[in-house]
Structures are given as structure tokens and as C-alpha cells.
């Protein structure tokens, strides 16, 4: 989804999925699942993790 536009991203239809749907195609984001509201994550593919990303 790298080479996605804006207006491919804004098209895209919101569609809600049971957590347990979620987890079963992808839990490797779960043990940051308690970490504080506002957090934010970026997914490093090399290694198929997620890395916190600094607030500032």
C-alpha cells in the first residue's frame, strides 16, 4: 500500500471486523496493546514488528 494516493486512502470504505478476525491474520501488534493512549506505532517490515515512534 506504499505507492497509495490520497484520494485511494480516502476512498477506501471504513468496515468494522471482530478483534478476534483481526488477531487471527495478525497478532504481532498484541503486545502493544496496553501501551498509553496516544502512542504511535510504525511497522518495520524487516523485521515484522512494530517500533514506537518518538512524540516529538
Partial sequence: MGDSTDEDLEARKLE???IGAVL???DSWVS???APIGTA???DFETNSYIAEDAG
Fill in 41 to 43: 506505532l510504525m511497522r
Fill in 16 to 18: 468494522y471486523v471482530a
Fill in 24 to 26: 487471527n491474520r495478525d
Fill in 32 to 34: 502493544h496493546i496496553d
